[in-house]
């Protein structure tokens, strides 16, 4: 019976990457059994690895090329899988050895021990990974431990870069290294320490060193530092030397590794944190605007919960608004409100009041003072920032906040704002200004003031189609003079979202031509003479019944 059909192959791949497959069945290599399935090598942009393997009875398969390592059944698993089926149709046979009649490993079991010796050795002796496997067990296993020999094993991580497609492999070697090492714990742990400290670190380095950002050496170095963190805490090293060597290493390793102070403030205790700490401080008054040492200090602090340490220390760069609003979440979080209002203050007495970044700041602002009912400063933010901002959005909430609060207040604040949008609005530097103090008259249903604004000031076409759109209830033709040109500049575009865009409008303008006493029909058929050979507009047209 078949382990697996080209459906299969098919089902698993999808349609584009079973049809890419057959064309890679040639470049298929070095097609070998494993207990569970297959491996091979198939050429592409790179040489790949395939191994097609036996999954409860079903086909699954992985691949070393970009594709496949995103956990994707591949071309080049499709190209594996139609050579198998080659092969099964000339030898009638296409299920991994092992898994059929032959049962391999029972005919291991009968093997006697020096037939045994003999086939590891050979084996050994042709592949360099087992041969090193095997000489760190050795190592690691024999009577008397060579220390240096393991050392030199440890140096040998140490590299330059790795290669795409080199990554497991090296990751297979660091971890033979560990499982070395880490084998003699408790007995040796203190000889060990370094050598896993030495092994952590290198391996670390060579995982930033690779084509691939190899996320398995990676994995590597962290069980390295797993097994380092064992050895230390069976015999704890110098609390002052740890202290200062991980602060080193941190403040020198880019980001990837989940390595954090508290995995070893028991280690350190009191000393090694004050050295740790000490290493951070001299960094910092080197290179006071680092944002590693900056993240490593506040990380320690937070780790002893000393927040008015944490509040002091995210208190000595203050350039953005940002780190206002950092330091009042943190009060919030411990029930300071009251200081984390008077840091918000703070905050927003000393940013520019033209910052964008400190929208996020009055916000906050804004929600604390309105759970307190400080309602006049609630209204003050606003004020200010509407000042700053002259947006709508600023408007109608200023109008919203004041009306709850005084409505008799209103009219006379309506007044400044609208004096503010009218001198913005001459402003030809402020581009939209225009826009908002329209939009701001229609908010207020001043259709009148609106449709004489889009007369004065520049505005882009949705607001003067708003403005159109209240004026056409009272003043059709004069609202006609405007819809029928912003027709013919969206014609213009010569591009379907302009079509649509033009027979959409038109569309709603029949009962507009209508109340001004004119022709319908005889100006869609206008539009149709004048742009008769604009097949696309013509076509949206017929689909709006026009």
Same mark, same amino acid.
């Given at each position: ?11 698993? @791949? ?88 032959? *049962? ?8 006697? /021990?020096? $037939? ?6 050979? /084996?050994?002796?042709? !592949? ?8 760190? =067990? ?16 440890? $140096? ?17 070697? +660091? ?36 084509? %691939? /950002?190899?996320? +398995? ?17 069976? *015999?704890?090293? *110098?609390?002052?030397?740890?202290? $200062? ?9 880019? *980001? ?9 403030? %028991? ?6 944190? %004050? @050295? &740790? ?28 919960? !000393? ?6 220390? &995210? ?8 780190? &206002?609003? !950092? ?21 927003? +007495? ?49 109008? $919203? ?20 949008? =009218? ?43 708003? @403005?159109? !759109?209240?004026?056409?209830?009272? /003043? ?19 591009? @379907?979202?302009?079509?649509? =865009? ?30 008769? =050979? ?13």
């Amino acid at each position: 019976m078949a382990w697996f059909t080209e459906v299969d192959l098919e089902d698993l @791949a999808g349609g584009r990457s079973f049809s890419r497959g057959q064309g890679y069945v040639e470049a298929v290599s070095n097609l070998r059994d494993l207990p569970d399935g297959v491996v091979a090598t198939v050429r592409g942009t790179d040489p790949y690895q395939v191994r097609l393997y036996d999954a409860d009875g079903g086909l699954d398969g992985e691949c070393s090329c970009p594709y496949g390592e995103e956990g994707n059944f591949c071309k080049h698993c499709v190209a594996v899988g139609l050579r198998l089926l080659d092969r099964k149709r000339a030898t009638g046979n296409a299920r991994p050895r092992g898994a059929g009649d032959v *049962d391999v490993r029972a005919f291991i079991a009968t093997l006697g /021990h020096d $037939e045994l010796v003999d086939l590891v050795w050979q /084996h050994a002796s042709e !592949d360099p990974a087992m041969y090193q496997r095997m000489l760190l =067990r050795a190592l690691a296993s024999a009577e008397t431990v060579d220390i240096g020999l393991l050392a030199e094993q440890v $140096e040998r991580l140490e590299i330059d870069w790795i290669n795409y497609g080199e990554e497991d492999g090296y990751a297979e070697g +660091a971890d033979a290294v560990i499982e070395a090492l880490a084998a003699l714990i408790p007995d040796r742990a203190t000889e060990v320490q370094p050598l896993l400290r030495r092994a952590f670190c290198l391996i670390y380095q060579a995982a930033q060193r690779s084509e %691939d /950002h190899c996320g +398995a050496a990676i994995g590597s170095a962290g069980d390295a530092w797993d097994a380092y963190l064992q050895a230390c805490e069976t *015999d704890p090293p *110098d609390p002052a030397e740890l202290g $200062e060597w991980f602060a080193e290493f941190r403040l020198g390793a880019p *980001d990837g590794l989940e390595v954090s102070i508290s995995d070893i403030a %028991d280690l350190l205790g009191v000393e090694g944190l %004050d @050295a &740790y700490w000490a290493v951070l401080e001299t960094a910092n008054t080197t290179k006071p605007s680092d944002w590693t040492v900056r993240r490593l200090r506040e990380e320690l602090i937070r780790a002893t919960g !000393d927040l008015d340490a944490l509040v002091a220390c &995210y208190a000595e760069d203050l350039s953005s608004p940002h780190r &206002y609003v !950092d330091i009042a979440r943190l009060l919030l979080n411990e029930r300071r409100t009251a200081e984390a209002i008077e840091w918000l203050e703070r905050g927003r +007495a000393g940013v520019d009041r033209w910052d964008h970044r400190a929208s996020g700041l009055a916000d906050l602002l804004v929600e604390l003072y309105t759970e307190a009912g400080r309602t006049e400063e609630v209204i003050a933010l606003w004020q200010a920032r509407f000042q700053s901002e002259g947006s709508v959005e600023t408007y109608r909430v200023l109008r $919203e906040a004041i009306l709850a609060a005084n409505p008799g207040r209103w009219p006379e604040q309506r007044e400044q704002a609208w004096s503010l949008l =009218r001198r913005r609005a001459d402003d030809a530097s402020l581009w939209s200004a225009g826009d908002v103090y329209v939009r701001v008259l229609l908010l207020e249903d001043e259709d009148e003031a609106a449709w004489d604004a889009i007369g004065r000031y520049r505005c882009d076409p949705q607001t003067r189609l708003a @403005a159109t !759109d209240r004026r056409s209830a009272t /003043h059709p033709a004069e609202a006609l003079a405007i819809y029928l040109p912003i027709i013919e500049a969206a014609v213009a575009q010569t591009s @379907a979202i302009g079509y649509e =865009r033009a027979a959409d409008l038109l569309l709603t303008l029949r009962g507009v031509f209508a109340r001004a006493g004119r022709d319908f029909e005889a100006e869609v058929a206008r539009l149709k003479a004048v742009h008769s =050979r604009k097949r696309n507009f013509l076509g949206a047209l017929r689909q709006r019944g026009l």
